[in-house]
């Protein structure tokens, strides 16, 4: 065949077909990416949690698992709690301004960031990258940690800190606090995680 | 295609069987081309036993991966146990997953040498870019598959090791949530990750990296092997026309590669005998420790051979993005005032580095942080272009030039130690100097690489025989 002689009708059907093809493959694809989201199964799981809190010392933590994440109950004593006020300037979000919605429910945005003062309530997964921080509630110097520390959380995989309130310390990588999830008394000594009268 | 050949009726039957071979299947052509009449470099020195010995360590994967697949079991609730069950209850497990478990590192110590030996080399200068580029496919692909593989025990550094990575492309404005959970499955890492990454670990990124293997090889037998001189051997052929500087890879390399391979397995073997988790490095001891989404071990580090690129993560903090910013600010007041590129180019520059300021600030560290680590793997595909170095190997370049390689090495070998260890801020600050060199160096390359006193290059290898 001599390449004068092209058939220009054959050559736009079979670009048109082409193309309907590779919409069609598109088109194929979605079910198979889809298939990576979230199960109902998985999406179910979410459902909120009772804890009874009345076996927690002053000073004592208590963790729960809700939704495969930890949730922290710390029972603040009241020198920790003396002690939010005065660290402001140390911390990047000390009023809880950021992504509010997400992080920090209406009833939380205080300096206590909880509904009761004495009673902490928080998704203990760090912000930077989600690894869970550890106890420092001891005061003072120690290894990883400033002099004049407060007391608080320490993230073993980047150091991050975060004081009693979950609130992040000013320059560490973690850019927010510590969420607090949904959560309300229903009573004094049972605590609901996971739904709050909002919902 | 090829005309029917015929034998003569008095061959033997294996010349007969290969002619009908031959007539149907390219067999003997292939062995030709890729064995014994593929020339390759006499002058091969030390580094070049890592190519094959990379072809050797995948064979070892592919085939203990298979073994162990036999008895594993991708469930969040059994994986932890089927492993602890290939160790104990299975006759010789505890040897085909210790050989699968070393080989693991052990492909990373041959891989990190051989892009060594490339890089010191010019192995990656034209025309073997394409050898370059597949090969960092290659290691891409090898990192995706180290990654996933390691969530499979279902211990503690797996488990949140996977949460830390899967988090990193959270961090990605905008689509990283949605993106991290696409990956996850689940809202956190859970049984339904555990499956994925089987499934990727065992057929997926394999067959990718088999194919990338092949290309490589095929690229490479088409340009030709590179040499510690970086003389192009086909430029001086013989009456015969083969390069008088090349002999056949078969019998020649396959026989010398055979020493290679004999202290490779001496070394092998001996850790997997005597040392199979390497002080904690190979297997990280609080992978004994079943996974525990509601505790973070206190210190969670990356296995050894990511630890390089995690250093450069840790190292992006707001101190850092001020650097970073002061850094592109003055590059840019450079080009536009102590220059002399046209006025058009001047403008792109200025304009590009007040968008990347402005964007640096705008978003968090902790995203610059994932395009710091992610950009140093993928600068690597770029090396063809930003050495303009006059000569290939390291040889004929200036003395100083091996400085530069010398504290690159240094540093990347710092960075990994950092890696490492818990997080202390002179540590941060060393590897923020780190980071900075390790950029510097390939970015500058256009420059620095053209300046100096450059040796003549011979037209023939420096051969000694012997």
New interface residues.
């Given amino acids: 065949m001599s390449d004068t002689s092209i058939d220009s009708s054959k050559r736009t059907w079979l670009i048109t077909s082409g193309c309907a093809g590779a919409v069609g493959a598109a088109a194929v694809a979605v079910p198979f990416?889809s298939t990576?989201?979230?199960?109902e199964r998985?999406k179910a799981a979410?459902a909120a949690v009772e804890v009874d809190i009345s076996g927690i010392k002053p000073g004592e933590k208590l963790?729960v698992?809700w939704?495969?994440?930890?949730v922290w109950i710390v029972r603040r004593t009241p020198e920790q709690i003396a002690e939010l006020s005065k660290i402001d300037d140390e911390l990047a979000d000390p009023k809880s301004a950021r992504k509010p919605s997400e992080l920090t429910p209406s009833y939380a945005r205080n300096e206590g960031r909880s509904i009761k003062p004495e009673f902490f309530v928080a998704v203990?997964i760090c912000t930077?990258?989600?690894?869970?921080?550890?106890d420092k509630f001891v005061v003072g110097a120690q290894p990883?940690l400033p002099d004049n520390w407060p007391g608080g959380f320490l993230?073993?995989?980047?150091?991050s800190t975060f004081d009693m309130a979950g609130r992040v310390f000013k320059?560490k990588?973690?850019?927010d606090n510590l969420e607090v999830p949904p959560h309300m008394y229903l009573s004094d000594n049972k605590l609901l995680i996971g739904e709050d009268k909002s919902a | 295609m090829a005309e029917f050949k015929e034998v003569s009726p008095d061959a033997g039957n294996g010349e007969k069987l290969l002619n009908w071979v031959d007539n149907r299947f390219p067999l003997s052509k292939l062995y030709k081309e890729h064995l014994s009449e593929y020339y390759a470099p006499k002058n091969f020195n030390f580094f070049y036993f890592f190519g094959a010995l990379s072809i050797l360590v995948l064979v070892i994967q592919i085939v203990t991966g298979i073994f162990l697949v036999m008895h594993y079991k991708p469930d969040a609730s059994l994986a932890f146990a089927s492993v602890e069950y290939i160790m104990r209850d299975v006759p010789w497990g505890w040897l085909i997953r210790y050989m699968h478990s070393t080989g693991a590192s052990a492909f990373f110590i041959v891989v990190y040498l051989h892009m060594f030996r490339g890089l010191i080399y010019g192995s990656y200068r034209k025309p073997r870019e394409l050898v370059w580029i597949f090969g960092c496919a290659i290691f891409l692909c090898l990192m995706a598959e180290a990654f996933m593989g390691y969530l499979l025990p279902w211990g503690q550094m797996s488990y949140w090791g996977a949460q830390v990575i899967v988090n990193l492309f959270a961090a990605v404005p905008f689509i990283g949530p949605d993106l991290a959970l696409l990956i996850r499955g689940d809202y956190v890492v859970g049984d339904a990750t555990l499956n994925r990454f089987f499934s990727f670990h065992v057929i997926a990124v394999p067959l990718v990296l088999l194919g990338l293997v092949v290309a490589h090889i095929i690229a490479l037998h088409e340009v030709g092997s590179n040499n510690p001189d970086g003389v192009e051997i086909k430029a001086t052929k013989g009456a015969d026309g083969h390069p008088l500087d090349g002999i056949p890879f078969h019998p020649y390399y396959t026989i010398h590669d055979i020493l290679g391979v004999s202290v490779f397995l001496l070394v092998f073997t001996s850790i997997i005998f005597f040392a199979p988790e390497v002080g904690g490095y190979f297997l990280e001891y609080n992978n004994f420790i079943p996974a525990d989404p509601l505790k973070t071990p206190l210190h969670i580090a990356p296995v050894w051979y990511f630890t390089p690129y995690y250093s450069m993560l840790r190292a992006t903090t707001d101190v850092m993005i001020n650097v970073l910013s002061i850094i592109s600010a003055l590059s840019a007041a450079y080009v536009v005032f102590k220059t002399s590129v046209q006025n058009k180019f001047k403008l792109v520059t200025a304009v590009g580095a007040a968008v990347l300021i402005v964007l640096l600030n705008i978003f968090d560290a902790k995203f610059w942080g994932v395009v710091v680590m992610g950009g140093a793997v993928i600068m690597l595909f770029f090396l063809p272009w930003l050495d303009h170095s006059p000569v290939k190997s390291i040889r004929y370049r200036p003395n100083w030039h091996k400085w530069l390689y010398a504290v690159f090495v240094v540093f990347f070998v710092i960075l990994g130690y950092l890696g490492i260890q818990p997080p202390s801020e002179i540590g941060t600050l060393i590897a923020q100097v780190g980071t900075i060199y390790y950029f510097g160096f390939f970015l500058l390359m256009p420059v620095w690489t053209q300046l100096g006193e450059f040796k003549v290059v011979p037209d023939r290898v420096t051969f000694v025989p012997h």
Avoid: D, I, W, Y
């Fill in positions: 990416v990576f989201q979230p199960s998985a979410g963790t698992e939704r495969g994440k930890p203990g930077h990258l989600g690894c869970s921080p550890g990883s993230c073993p995989c980047h150091g320059n990588p973690a850019p």
